[in-house]
């Protein structure tokens, strides 16, 4: 079985971690546990401590959160009412549980309080939409929905869990396996296989315990969105499966009218953001001013919003992500008492919402980093932002292990082959990370044996032929070649433990330590074992071949069960070409807490994706091909 060690060393397996800082012998049963309900109160633990360092990273109760109201979506995009009342009745599931929070209709959905922890048990299929315009506080919404489930989760209720859309692509894989994906990387302890072979996401799958809140449907290109609704509708197929999904409206109007195609999530019900009150951001940009004398010059903004709808900052101010832009860099903040602040009634002047939005974001970054060498900051972000709008396609997610993508592909093709990592350097694709490292006698032992069973033969022959000296090489040969391919595929396997929730640093420090140990480890014994085949023909020999077999064998194995060298090489071409610098994590990380990035599971984000374009658009090779692809 793998992962199973026999005799002095049973149940001891090899795992990269983040324990005191190294890679450790973990004392773990096998047989991780398959409850589902152990295993969602992990998972709920796990998220709820995420999103909650993330929600206050990101400052989105300073000085409190934006009220937003909720209204209708447009119900031809919709099936009636009574599908989702059939569908719920007539699911086993749901049958077992009480129906009195179910709305009647869906005009009850927007009826009392407009937050969605209180209209999601409203839906009878328990599946929604969330639609509003760019910049209107979805994915804000939905971070509060998780938390606010997570809050008062019961045991039996499916644990909410937030993945990014643009990474998913549903013409080459389902929402399950995406979603495995995802959370693989931000929850590694859900890859963890039970007794029963299958993973903890299969358990708490097929237990109807995890609600995916798929984040911005309008970030993938327009012609996959038809496909992904379709691809949701199968996801849903299995009972009990419920699903959130947030997305622009005019965009999930187009997908869901293809031509003089209809596509319709089954059995689900919509919502919609409606703009801030004029009045509410008012009393927001004021209240977090320094005191009424400064408050008193947000008059001429407050004045516009009441009486000038037309005007295009009041247009531009009644979505949440430009409000709090405006209240960060027109109210003062720590250490700006010494900063001359610009006047809010400057904004009035800009001639379209267009105008307007671009002049915040712009603003904002250079706000973040005042103080500093902001330029330079300001420069390496704008390469980053054109890295994931053009090599990466507008993907929102910031992902350090595809680095490596900008590389030229005969350059990493040439660097794949010098090193053996055939996998990445000439087929493209880049590297995942590790999750860990295990060890598995039986698979080694099986490896050896075969390949020193054909070793033994060609000696043996060899041997019979009157040459002994060579069918001792031979023997040396496949003892050496024997036991490095066997120690690859013994430590192939799953580790029996995995952390709960990972940062994009903890990503790194888990893969890192994966590469310095194979790769170490491998060196040093193919090194040895190469070596002493080398001493039957000579001293020099013996040297040369023991430097080559450890530095390939090494170098082939770390660079292929880990990401980290091939970031590596990414970090040095970047830095060279003068578009990050060379601790390019350290800058990442430093713009998160800035509030440049947000963090979205094992991935950063930039705060915004129009954020993201607005920055692309200042990259002088920038050609935007991704609004239309």
């Given at each position: 079985m793998t992962n199973r060690v026999d005799g002095l060393v049973s149940g001891l397996v090899v795992q990269a971690g983040v324990i005191k800082g190294g890679v450790h012998l973990h004392q773990g049963n096998p047989r991780a546990d398959g409850d589902p309900e152990a295993?969602?109160?992990?998972?709920?633990?796990?998220?709820?401590?995420?999103?909650?360092?993330?929600?206050?990273?990101?400052?989105?109760?300073?000085?409190?959160?934006?009220?937003?109201d909720l209204r209708l979506a447009d119900a031809e995009l919709f099936p009636a009412w009574t599908t989702l009342?059939?569908?719920?009745?007539?699911?086993?599931?749901?049958?077992?549980r009480s129906n009195n929070a179910w709305a009647n209709s869906p005009r009850e959905l927007v009826e009392g309080e407009h937050m969605l922890a209180t209209v999601f048990p409203k839906v009878p299929s328990g599946r929604l939409v969330v639609l509003g315009d760019a910049g209107s506080g979805k994915t804000t919404l939905g971070v509060r929905f998780m938390l606010d489930l997570?809050?008062?989760?019961?045991?039996?209720?499916?644990?909410?869990?937030?993945?990014?859309?643009?990474?998913?692509?549903?013409?080459?894989?389902?929402?399950?396996?995406?979603?495995?994906?995802?959370?693989?990387?931000?929850?590694?302890?859900?890859?963890?296989?039970?007794?029963?072979?299958?993973?903890?996401?299969?358990?708490?799958?097929?237990?109807?315990?995890?609600?995916?809140?798929?984040?911005?449907?309008?970030?993938?290109?327009?012609?996959?969105?038809?496909?992904?609704?379709?691809?949701?509708?199968?996801?849903?197929?299995?009972?009990?499966?419920?699903i959130v999904v947030t997305c622009r409206t005019e965009e999930f109007r187009a997908a869901c009218r293809p031509g003089d195609r209809e596509v319709t999530l089954v059995a689900s019900a919509g919502v919609e953001l409606c703009p801030?009150?004029?009045?509410?951001?008012?009393?927001?940009?004021e209240s977090s001013s320094e005191g009424p004398a400064r408050a008193g010059q947000w008059g001429p903004v407050r004045k516009a919003l009441q009486e000038f709808p037309e005007v295009p900052v009041v247009q531009a101010l009644r979505t949440p992500l430009l409000a709090s832009m405006a209240r960060e860099l027109y109210n003062p903040a720590a250490g700006d008492l010494d900063a001359a602040l610009p006047d809010p009634a400057s904004l009035l002047a800009f001639p379209d919402v267009a105008a307007v939005e671009e002049h915040l974001f712009d603003a904002y970054v250079q706000h973040a980093y005042r103080g500093l060498d902001g330029e330079r900051a300001e420069r390496w972000l704008i390469n980053l932002a054109h890295f994931q709008q053009t090599t990466l396609n507008g993907s929102p997610d910031i992902e350090w292990w595809r680095f490596d993508q900008a590389i030229p592909h005969a350059l990493r093709a040439g660097l794949?082959?010098?090193?053996?990592?055939?996998?990445v350097?000439?087929?493209?694709?880049?590297?995942?990370?590790?999750?860990?490292?295990?060890?598995?006698?039986?698979?080694?032992?099986?490896?050896?044996?075969?390949?020193?069973?054909?070793?033994?033969?060609?000696?043996?022959?060899?041997?019979?032929?009157?040459?002994?000296?060579?069918?001792?090489?031979?023997?040396?040969?496949?003892?050496?070649?024997?036991?490095?391919?066997?120690?690859?595929?013994?430590?192939?396997?799953?580790?029996?433990?995995?952390?709960?929730?990972?940062?994009?640093?903890?990503?790194?420090?888990?893969?890192?330590?994966v590469f310095l140990v194979s790769g170490a480890g491998l060196a040093v014994l193919a090194g040895g074992l190469f070596g002493t085949v080398g001493f039957f023909f000579g001293a020099t020999a013996g040297m040369v071949v023991g430097s080559l077999g450890a530095f390939y064998a090494g170098a082939a194995v770390a660079m292929g069960k880990a990401a980290w060298g091939w970031f590596g090489y990414a970090r040095l071409w970047?830095?060279?070409?003068?578009?990050?610098?060379?601790?390019?994590?350290?800058?990442?990380?430093?713009?998160?807490?800035?509030?440049?990035?947000?963090?979205?599971?094992?991935?950063?984000?930039?705060?915004?994706?129009?954020?993201?374009?607005?920055?692309?658009?200042?990259?002088?090779?920038?050609?935007?091909?991704?609004?239309?692809?």
């Open positions: 295993l969602a109160a992990r998972l709920a633990d796990a998220v709820s401590l995420l999103w909650a360092h993330e929600l206050a990273v990101r400052g989105l109760n300073n000085p409190y959160p934006l009220p937003v009342v059939r569908l719920a009745t007539g699911d086993g599931r749901r049958r077992s997570l809050a008062e989760r019961r045991a039996g209720d499916p644990v909410p869990v937030m993945v990014t859309a643009a990474g998913w692509a549903p013409e080459r894989e389902s929402l399950a396996e995406w979603l495995r994906q995802s959370l693989y990387r931000a929850h590694p302890f859900l890859g963890v296989k039970t007794v029963e072979g299958k993973t903890r996401f299969d358990v708490l799958l097929a237990a109807g315990l995890l609600l995916p809140i798929v984040d911005g449907l309008d970030e993938m290109a327009e012609r996959l969105r038809p496909d992904t609704i379709r691809s949701m509708n199968q996801f849903l197929q299995a009972p009990g499966q419920r801030l009150e004029p009045g509410e951001v008012a009393d927001y940009l794949g082959a010098f090193v053996g990592g055939i996998n350097g000439l087929l493209g694709d880049s590297q995942s990370p590790a999750r860990g490292l295990a060890w598995s006698w039986q698979a080694f032992l099986r490896r050896f044996t075969q390949l020193i069973g054909f070793w033994v033969t060609i000696a043996a022959v060899v041997y019979l032929g009157g040459d002994h000296t060579t069918a001792y090489a031979c023997m040396a040969i496949g003892l050496a070649v024997g036991v490095v391919s066997g120690v690859v595929v013994g430590t192939s396997g799953d580790p029996v433990e995995l952390p709960s929730a990972v940062s994009p640093t903890g990503v790194l420090a888990i893969d890192r330590e970047w830095f060279l070409g003068r578009r990050m610098p060379l601790r390019s994590i350290r800058f990442l990380t430093d713009a998160h807490r800035r509030g440049v990035l947000r963090q979205a599971g094992a991935a950063w984000q930039f705060r915004h994706l129009g954020l993201q374009r607005r920055l692309a658009a200042r990259h002088p090779a920038y050609v935007d091909v991704n609004r239309s692809a």
